[in-house]
C-alpha cells in the first residue's frame, strides 16, 4: 500500500515538473515560455524580423536597445503546438520552440531550414558588473558545413567569408565590430549586445559571447539574398540619409596641415594645376597645445584668422572637414563643465602626454579624458561648444577622430567607469554609435540647410542612420594592408553600413622615406606603386580621400605633368569625378532602395560558387566590377609593421628596399575572375568576354581593371574641377549592349535636406537589347534649379573590336525635354 502511494506521488510530481516545463503564453507580437528557469520570449518584429530573449526566470528583461530604433509591426502569425514542438509561422518565416530544452530554429514557410541553435546552447554564468551582480551570456548555433557568412565589421584579416574564426570584439583603431553577420542562405543574425563580445565560428558550433547581458537579445532577419537582409537590417537600426553631391568628389588631406595658409595654398595649388578637387580636411592641434586638446577652437596662432580660412577655402569652391574627437583636454572649457556633472571617464586615452613628442613623455601627463557620450546631456554640451566654435563659422562637415574612443595601457578597471547606461563595460562597443549620433541629431534640430557629413573612425550597428562615412583607420602603407582593405570594406558593407572609405596610401608610411628624410618617400618608387594603385581603389570606394602621415599627399608631391606618375594620378581623379552621374544616383539608391555602393560579388552572383570567397574583386554599384591591382608589379613590396592598435608606436623594416629607377611604361598582367551568369566588357577596351572564367589582364600604371556587366547603362558627367561646377545638362549615356538594363538618373538640390520633401528629379532609361532601343522616360519630380532642357549623347557598346568609345557610327546624340523618347540604336 505505502509502496503504491509512494510510485503514484512520483507519477504526479513528473507531471506537474512536465507540464510547467511546457507552459507558455501567447503574446501581443509572438510568444513567452519558461522553461528550465529560464523565460524564452519570441516576438515578431515585422514578418521576416523576430527578437529572440532569454533570461533567468524571476528577473525582468526591460532594456532599450541602442541600435534598434524600429517598433515591432502588427504582424499576422500562427501557433502550432505538437508534443513539445511550437511552431510560430508569419507569412514569411517559421520558427519553431522546442518547450523541453528551449532550442530555437529557423525555417522558410515552405520548411527550407536557415539556422538552428545547438541545443543546451544558451549560458548565462554570474558576472560581477562593477558591483552590479548580472551575466555574461553566450548563444551557439549549428551553420551548414558549406554555408558563408559575411559582416562583423571593418576586419583587417583579409578575409571575405568569415567562417573559421575567432574574434574578440572591443572597438579599436583599425578593427571596427558590429555583432551582426548574414549567410549566403539569405538570413542575418544581429547579436544586441555592447560590451566586449567573442565570435567563434568552429566546426561544431558558431557563437557570441558577451562579457555583460541581463539577459540573450538577437533578432533573426530573413531576406532571401544579401540585399534582402541588407533591406531587413536597414528596417531594423535605420535608413541611410543623402550624403552632399561634393563628398563624393576628391578629398586631400595629411598629418596635419600647420597653419591656415597651408591649408589653403594647397587648394589654390589643385586649382592652378588644373586636378579636380572637392574638399580639404584640417587635423588636429588647430585648438593649440594638449591641454587644450579638442577645444573646437582656433587657439593656435598659425590659424589666427579662422573665418577668413573657411571663406577662402568656400570661395575656390571647396569644402572643409575639420578634426574634432571624443576626449577633451583639462584647459578646454568642455573638460571643466563636464568634469562639474561628473561626465567623463577615467582611463589612457590620445594623446597621453602634455608634449607633442614620442615615445609619450608621461613627466608631463596631458590630463586629456574621453566624455560620456551615452549621457545625453554630456552629447548637449558637446554640440554647445561644436555649434559655437565651428559650425557658426560655415565648416562643412566633420572629422570625427578617435569615436572608438583610443583606449591606451587597458587595465581591467578601465571597464568599471560608470556612464550614463552603466558600466563602461556593458556599453563599451556601442560607443561610436552614441558619439556620431549625437553630432548628427543636434545638427539636424539646429538646420536642415546642410546635410550632415560625418567622416568618423569607428562604427556600430545602426550607425548607417547618422549621415557618417567609416575609415578603416591608421593601417600601415603596404601592400599586405592594402589587400585587406577590400573585404574589410566589403564586410562592413554587408552589416547594413554602406559608408566606407581608408587612407588611400595608408597612414603609416615613413618606412618609404630615405634615410629619416619626411617626405622624401613620395620619390620613392616603391611608395609610388603603392599609392597609385591604393588611390584607383579608392576611386571606386564610397570616399575618395587621400591620407596619411610621414609622407605628404598631394599631386605635386610626386612630379609633375608629363610625368608617369602624377598623370596616373591625375588620370585616376578625372576618372571618379567622370563617374559622378553614377555614383550620385547610385547614392540615391541606398537611401531610397536600400542597396549598396560596395558590393561583394556574392550579392549579384549568389549562383556561382566561385565568388563566395572572392576578396580582390567587388561591384562598385550594379555595373562596375572593380579588380584593383593590389599586389606590386614593378618594385619589391615593402613590409612595414605598426603598432595599429595605439596608432602610433611604429616600427619600420630596415631591409626595406632603397629607391631603384623603374619604368613604369611597362604594362603588367593580373588574373581576374569574371563572375558567371553575364557577359563583360573591359571599360578600357571594349572587348568582350564571357562570365564564368579567369582571364589575365595587362594594363599598365595607370589603369585599374575595370568590367562592365552586359546590359549596363552608365552615364558619364563632364570634365570638371569639382563636383557642382557644370550641370548635367550633356552627359554620355553608354549602352553595352548582350543583355537588358533599366538605370535611374537621380538629381537633387545637392546640400539640404529637401529631397525628403520630394524635391528631387529621377530619369529611368531602358534598354531593349532584343530591339536595340534605349527608351528614356519622361522625368519625374522637380526641384528648384532642375534641369529642364538637355542633350544625351547616347553611345552603344558592343563587341566590334573596331569599335573606339568615341566612333560616331554608335552613337547619336538626342535632345530631351522631360518627355519619353525611344532611341533606336
Not at 528557469?37 to 521576416?48: A, D, K, R
Not at 534598434?68 to 519553431?96: G, H, Q, Y
Not at 595587362?698 to 549596363?712: F, M, Q, R, V
Request: a neutral charge; proline letters at 4%.
Amino acid at each position: 500500500m505505502a509502496l503504491k502511494f509512494y510510485f503514484s506521488l512520483i507519477i504526479i510530481c513528473f507531471t506537474s515538473i512536465n507540464s510547467v516545463a511546457q507552459s507558455y503564453e501567447k503574446t501581443n507580437f509572438g510568444i513567452k515560455a519558461s522553461i528550465d528557469n529560464t523565460v524564452v520570449e519570441i516576438q515578431f518584429y515585422s514578418p521576416e524580423i523576430i527578437r529572440v530573449i532569454k533570461y533567468p526566470a524571476g528577473k525582468k528583461l526591460d532594456r532599450k536597445s541602442l541600435s534598434v530604433i524600429k517598433v515591432p509591426e502588427k504582424t499576422k502569425f500562427t501557433i502550432n503546438k505538437r508534443d513539445s514542438i511550437l511552431s510560430l509561422n508569419s507569412k514569411n518565416i517559421e520558427a519553431i520552440l522546442n518547450l523541453e530544452n528551449g532550442r530555437i530554429s529557423f525555417k522558410t514557410i515552405d520548411g527550407k531550414p536557415l539556422l538552428n541553435e545547438k541545443k543546451s546552447g544558451s549560458l548565462f554564468t554570474d558576472f560581477n558588473d562593477s558591483g552590479i551582480q548580472t551575466h555574461s551570456v553566450a548563444q551557439s548555433f549549428i551553420l551548414d558545413k558549406k554555408e558563408s557568412i559575411y559582416g562583423l565589421g571593418i576586419l583587417q584579416n583579409g578575409k571575405m567569408s568569415q567562417r573559421n574564426q575567432k574574434i574578440h570584439m572591443v572597438q579599436n583603431n583599425t578593427w571596427d565590430f558590429v555583432t551582426f553577420f548574414q549567410s549566403d542562405k539569405g538570413y542575418g543574425l544581429f547579436w544586441d549586445n555592447y560590451s566586449p563580445t567573442d565570435f567563434s565560428d568552429t566546426n561544431e558550433e558558431t557563437s557570441f559571447k558577451s562579457e555583460v547581458g541581463d539577459g540573450i537579445d538577437y533578432y533573426f532577419m530573413k531576406g532571401n539574398n544579401a540585399d534582402g537582409v541588407i533591406t531587413q537590417m536597414r528596417d531594423l537600426t535605420g535608413q541611410v540619409p543623402m550624403f552632399p553631391k561634393w563628398t563624393f568628389g576628391f578629398w586631400q588631406s595629411k598629418e596635419r596641415y600647420k597653419s591656415q595658409n597651408e591649408t589653403v595654398e594647397v587648394v589654390k595649388k589643385y586649382r592652378d594645376l588644373g586636378v579636380p578637387l572637392d574638399g580639404i580636411i584640417q587635423d588636429w592641434q588647430y585648438w593649440g597645445d594638449n591641454y587644450h586638446w579638442n577645444g573646437m577652437s582656433f587657439l593656435n596662432p598659425e590659424f589666427s584668422k579662422p573665418q577668413q580660412m573657411i571663406d577662402d577655402i568656400h570661395n575656390l569652391n571647396a569644402h572643409l572637414l575639420i578634426s574634432i574627437w571624443s576626449s577633451f583636454g583639462p584647459k578646454t572649457p568642455q573638460f571643466q563643465e563636464l568634469k562639474s556633472k561628473n561626465m567623463l571617464m577615467d582611463f589612457q586615452t590620445w594623446p597621453q602626454s602634455a608634449k607633442d613628442v614620442w615615445p609619450p613623455d608621461m613627466n608631463f601627463p596631458s590630463g586629456v579624458q574621453v566624455y560620456d557620450a551615452y549621457n545625453p546631456e554630456a552629447r548637449d554640451i558637446y554640440w554647445k561648444y561644436l555649434n559655437k566654435g565651428l559650425f557658426s563659422l560655415g565648416i562643412d562637415g566633420w572629422w570625427m577622430d578617435s569615436t572608438e574612443p583610443d583606449h591606451l595601457d587597458i587595465k581591467p578597471e578601465d571597464f568599471d567607469n560608470k556612464t550614463f547606461l552603466g558600466s563602461f563595460r556593458k556599453v563599451r562597443n556601442a560607443y561610436p554609435l552614441m558619439s556620431v549620433g549625437g553630432v548628427y541629431d543636434h545638427q539636424r534640430e539646429t538646420s536642415s540647410a546642410k546635410r550632415v557629413f560625418i567622416l568618423t573612425r569607428s562604427a556600430f550597428a545602426g550607425q548607417q542612420r547618422y549621415g557618417a562615412n567609416t575609415w578603416s583607420g591608421d593601417v600601415n602603407s603596404s601592400w599586405e594592408n592594402l589587400r585587406n582593405q577590400i573585404p574589410a570594406g566589403l564586410n562592413f558593407s554587408l552589416c547594413g553600413i554602406p559608408y566606407w572609405n581608408s587612407d588611400i596610401g595608408g597612414f603609416f608610411a615613413g618606412a618609404y622615406n630615405k634615410n629619416g628624410n619626411s617626405g622624401s618617400g613620395s620619390k620613392n618608387s616603391s611608395y609610388q606603386e603603392l599609392y597609385v594603385r591604393w588611390l584607383q581603389f579608392g576611386a571606386f570606394t564610397p570616399m575618395m580621400r587621400s591620407h596619411g602621415t610621414d609622407i605628404p599627399r598631394e599631386i605635386y608631391q610626386f612630379g609633375q605633368k608629363g610625368e608617369t606618375i602624377y598623370d596616373a594620378i591625375e588620370k585616376t581623379i578625372h576618372l571618379r569625378y567622370s563617374l559622378l552621374p553614377y555614383i550620385y544616383s547610385n547614392a540615391w539608391k541606398v537611401t531610397n532602395e536600400q542597396s549598396s555602393m560596395m558590393r561583394a560579388l556574392v550579392m549579384d552572383f549568389d549562383q556561382d560558387e566561385k565568388v563566395k570567397d572572392i576578396n580582390n574583386e567587388y561591384l562598385f554599384g550594379q555595373s562596375i566590377l572593380v579588380a584593383p591591382v593590389v599586389n606590386a608589379q614593378y618594385t619589391p613590396e615593402v613590409i612595414v609593421k605598426t603598432n595599429e592598435e595605439t596608432g602610433w608606436n611604429k616600427k619600420e623594416d630596415k631591409d626595406n628596399p632603397k629607391n631603384p629607377e623603374i619604368n613604369f611604361s611597362q604594362k603588367k598582367s593580373k588574373k581576374i575572375y569574371l563572375p558567371a551568369g553575364t557577359q563583360w566588357y573591359d571599360f578600357w577596351t571594349n572587348d568582350k568576354y564571357n562570365g564564368g572564367q579567369e582571364i589575365e589582364k595587362e594594363a599598365g600604371i595607370d589603369e585599374i581593371p575595370l568590367y562592365i556587366k552586359a546590359g549596363s547603362i552608365i552615364p558619364f558627367g563632364p570634365k570638371v574641377q569639382y563636383a557642382n561646377e557644370k550641370k548635367w545638362d550633356n552627359l554620355e549615356i553608354r549602352v553595352y549592349e548582350g543583355a537588358d538594363g533599366v538605370f535611374t538618373l537621380y538629381e537633387d538640390e545637392g546640400d539640404n535636406y529637401n529631397y525628403e520633401k520630394g524635391k528631387y528629379t529621377t530619369i529611368t532609361f531602358k534598354w531593349n537589347d532584343s530591339k536595340k532601343v534605349l527608351t528614356i522616360e519622361q522625368q519625374k519630380g522637380e526641384f528648384i534649379g532642375m534641369i529642364k532642357q538637355r542633350q544625351f549623347n547616347v553611345v552603344k557598346v558592343s563587341a566590334n573590336p573596331d569599335q573606339q568609345k568615341s566612333d560616331i557610327k554608335f552613337s547619336k546624340i538626342v535632345d530631351y525635354t522631360g518627355n519619353t523618347i525611344l532611341v533606336k540604336m
